[in-house]
């Protein structure tokens, strides 16, 4: 047996649904799988996106031998620029995989300098002291892949994204037989995906959306707009499917829709002919009856198209009355709140909107419990790792292994930045290592830290106040009266009586002296004193000129 310890380092998607980033480390080799990115709650303003933190791997950067991404959405393969502009390691993913990859760094002008290798399921290649067995999964896009790596200390098996369909769009299911495989050949460990842990029973093939959308399709009198992932390439496979059997054309909208559509047609990933595409601009010169329309937009994102038309702010088009609107996806646990948001006013506008519990428009492309019990069973591992989903899905991951016996402390349930570690094949809990968040916003990357995080909070909860002073040089004394504005904190009108108030204690605090505080005490009394008059915390800031 080997004698150093083997590292399996999460860095993301684990205590979250999103981001998710491994690292697998042993002696002087690490490798990567997956670099996601997470779209940001509610109450994170102003960001775009989130990615991991891995300045865990930045101080050990040159012992990357390699990144394997698994499949090619958003949560696996988003933050791919940012880690490849501090790590510059060879990049290793299927065919569509890799298209969808080329595009967003065909975007940063990074396509030139990267490593890509194309990988098929069912082969093996050889990456530092890992041997990687690549091996195929069905999910909601194709050409997904789950890992088989043999370690100096042992084989490890990730699920990556998976669900077990017999009737996938592409056709190809799971590869039951290598997982089989596997079993026979002592896993040390399963990560396995985790997102539907808490739901009984099986995920629903795939298939049970054409019947949906042929629902839909039949009943729907006007334009049909579908919004759904850019990454969701499936889904765009059964709506050409549901528009040719309905006698419409359809059209991309986003740049992001066009560009994975076009790639993945290109590659052979999706077989739309020519004749059912048409450009955003013809289709909507088209009856109504004959189009539909691929959108972006099922979080509720204010950017996306879907997001935009739902507040009258998109430029090409608006929803207007006889359009039917379907959310061909899933809510990610804490967008709830933005989605109804955005499907009320889609009503708002004259739409008809169909979603997930009215009709099956969406099915999951992850195991459900019943799976998930299966994989383990196939896979007969030593140890369990629950990966891909919130605490409370790691953890019915955790129970469901245990019901089918694997022993309680053969099983890990860590979030982002526990390390775990093997040595002579026995599971230890290790060091914590940085697993937080990384803010993207604009195109800074982890400017926004907590701190302005909570005065954008705070902004937006209670607005602020500016308050104006003008000082004498020489004494100090206040020249004129203080000035205040505010916004986003109190009507102004009604008002006066508080700020009068308020003028008067600055007058007060300014005659006690001392330049130097003036502005910081100013800031701090003037806070206290709007609290206990309104229960706000309105933010305050006070700046001053000087004249003799
Ligand atoms: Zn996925
Ligand atoms: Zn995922």
């Given at each position: 047996m080997a004698s150093k310890k083997l590292k399996l380092i999460p860095l993301g998607g684990l205590g979250e649904v999103g981001k998710n980033m491994m690292a697998i480390e042993y002696g002087d080799n690490i490798l990567i799988i997956d670099t996601g990115i997470m779209f940001p709650e509610n109450d994170m303003l102003g960001v775009d996106y989130i990615i991991p933190d891995f300045s865990y791997i930045l101080k050990k950067k040159d012992k990357v031998r390699g990144i394997v991404v698994t499949?090619?959405?958003?949560?696996?393969?988003?933050?791919?620029?940012?880690?490849?502009?501090?790590?510059?390691?060879?990049?290793?993913?299927?065919?569509?995989?890799?298209?969808?990859?080329?595009?967003?760094?065909?975007?940063?002008?990074?396509l030139k300098e990267t490593k890509l290798n194309t990988i098929e399921a069912g082969e093996q290649v050889q990456i530092g002291p890992f041997g990687v067995e690549f091996f195929h999964v069905c999910h909601s896009i194709p050409d997904g892949v789950g890992l088989g790596i043999t370690t100096p200390a042992g084989l490890i098996v990730h699920s990556g994204d998976y669900k077990f369909d017999h009737t996938p769009v592409d056709g190809w299911p799971s590869d039951f037989g290598k997982l089989a495989e596997f079993g026979s050949r002592d896993v040390l460990a399963l990560l396995a995906d985790s997102t539907n842990a808490d739901e009984p029973g099986w995920t629903p093939s795939e298939a049970v959306i054409d019947p949906a959308f042929d629902d839909v399709f039949r009943l729907a009198k006007g334009r049909i707009l579908i919004g759904t992932f850019a990454s969701l390439i499936s889904r765009m496979q059964q709506v050409a499917n549901a528009a040719a059997r309905h006698g419409r054309v359809m059209a991309f909208v986003g740049t992001s829709m066009i560009e994975n559509a076009k790639m993945a047609r290109k590659l052979g990933y999706l077989e739309i002919p020519d004749e059912l595409i048409v450009p955003i601009d013809k289709a909507l010169k088209m009856k109504a009856s004959k189009v539909v329309?691929?959108?972006?937009?099922?979080?509720?994102?204010?950017?996306?198209?879907?997001?935009?038309?739902?507040?009258?702010?998109?430029?090409?088009?608006?929803?207007?009355?006889?359009?039917?609107?379907?959310?061909?996806?899933?809510?990610?646990?804490?967008n709830e709140e933005m989605i109804h948001r955005t499907i009320n006013r889609l009503f708002q506008n004259g739409a008809d909107v169909i979603y997930d519990p009215i009709a099956p428009v969406h099915i999951s492309g992850h195991a459900k419990q019943e799976e998930m019990k299966l994989l383990i069973q196939l896979v007969q591992p030593s140890y369990v790792?629950?990966?891909?989903?919130?605490?409370?899905?790691?953890?019915?991951?955790?129970?469901?292994?245990?019901?089918?016996?694997?022993?309680?402390?053969?099983?890990?349930?860590?979030?982002?930045?526990?390390?775990?570690?093997f040595k002579n094949g026995k599971m230890e809990i290790g060091d914590r290592v940085p697993g937080g968040y990384v803010f993207v916003d604009g195109s800074g990357v982890g400017d926004v830290g907590p701190s302005v995080m909570r005065e954008r909070e705070a902004l937006a909860r209670d607005g602020f106040v500016i308050v104006h002073l003008s000082l004498d040089d020489s004494s100090g004394t206040l020249r004129g009266e203080p000035e205040i504005v505010s916004k986003g904190f109190v009507f102004v009108r009604d008002a006066e009586e508080l700020f009068e108030h308020a003028r008067m204690r600055v007058r007060e605090i300014v005659a006690r002296g001392n330049e130097t505080e003036v502005k910081a005490r100013v800031e701090r009394e003037l806070a206290k004193f709007f609290y206990s008059e309104t229960k706000r915390r309105p933010m305050v800031f006070v700046f001053t000129s000087n004249g003799g």
């Amino acid at each position: 047996m080997a004698s150093k310890k083997l590292k399996l380092i999460p860095l993301g998607g684990l205590g979250e649904v999103g981001k998710n980033m491994m690292a697998i480390e042993y002696g002087d080799n690490i490798l990567i799988i997956d670099t996601g990115i997470m779209f940001p709650e509610n109450d994170m303003l102003g960001v775009d996106y989130i990615i991991p933190d891995f300045s865990y791997i930045l101080k050990k950067k040159d012992k990357v031998r390699g990144i394997v991404v698994t499949h090619g959405h958003e949560d696996h393969t988003g933050a791919i620029r940012h880690v490849l502009a501090e790590i510059q390691a060879p990049i290793f993913a299927t065919r569509l995989t890799r298209g969808l990859l080329e595009v967003k760094l065909r975007r940063g002008n990074m396509l030139k300098e990267t490593k890509l290798n194309t990988i098929e399921a069912g082969e093996q290649v050889q990456i530092g002291p890992f041997g990687v067995e690549f091996f195929h999964v069905c999910h909601s896009i194709p050409d997904g892949v789950g890992l088989g790596i043999t370690t100096p200390a042992g084989l490890i098996v990730h699920s990556g994204d998976y669900k077990f369909d017999h009737t996938p769009v592409d056709g190809w299911p799971s590869d039951f037989g290598k997982l089989a495989e596997f079993g026979s050949r002592d896993v040390l460990a399963l990560l396995a995906d985790s997102t539907n842990a808490d739901e009984p029973g099986w995920t629903p093939s795939e298939a049970v959306i054409d019947p949906a959308f042929d629902d839909v399709f039949r009943l729907a009198k006007g334009r049909i707009l579908i919004g759904t992932f850019a990454s969701l390439i499936s889904r765009m496979q059964q709506v050409a499917n549901a528009a040719a059997r309905h006698g419409r054309v359809m059209a991309f909208v986003g740049t992001s829709m066009i560009e994975n559509a076009k790639m993945a047609r290109k590659l052979g990933y999706l077989e739309i002919p020519d004749e059912l595409i048409v450009p955003i601009d013809k289709a909507l010169k088209m009856k109504a009856s004959k189009v539909v329309l691929m959108c972006t937009g099922t979080q509720g994102e204010p950017s996306s198209i879907l997001g935009r038309l739902s507040t009258g702010s998109n430029r090409q088009f608006d929803i207007r009355s006889g359009d039917t609107v379907v959310l061909s996806s899933h809510p990610i646990p804490g967008n709830e709140e933005m989605i109804h948001r955005t499907i009320n006013r889609l009503f708002q506008n004259g739409a008809d909107v169909i979603y997930d519990p009215i009709a099956p428009v969406h099915i999951s492309g992850h195991a459900k419990q019943e799976e998930m019990k299966l994989l383990i069973q196939l896979v007969q591992p030593s140890y369990v790792i629950p990966i891909h989903g919130e605490l409370r899905h790691l953890k019915q991951h955790a129970a469901l292994a245990r019901d089918i016996g694997i022993p309680h402390e053969n099983i890990a349930v860590v979030e982002n930045g526990t390390v775990i570690e093997f040595k002579n094949g026995k599971m230890e809990i290790g060091d914590r290592v940085p697993g937080g968040y990384v803010f993207v916003d604009g195109s800074g990357v982890g400017d926004v830290g907590p701190s302005v995080m909570r005065e954008r909070e705070a902004l937006a909860r209670d607005g602020f106040v500016i308050v104006h002073l003008s000082l004498d040089d020489s004494s100090g004394t206040l020249r004129g009266e203080p000035e205040i504005v505010s916004k986003g904190f109190v009507f102004v009108r009604d008002a006066e009586e508080l700020f009068e108030h308020a003028r008067m204690r600055v007058r007060e605090i300014v005659a006690r002296g001392n330049e130097t505080e003036v502005k910081a005490r100013v800031e701090r009394e003037l806070a206290k004193f709007f609290y206990s008059e309104t229960k706000r915390r309105p933010m305050v800031f006070v700046f001053t000129s000087n004249g003799g």
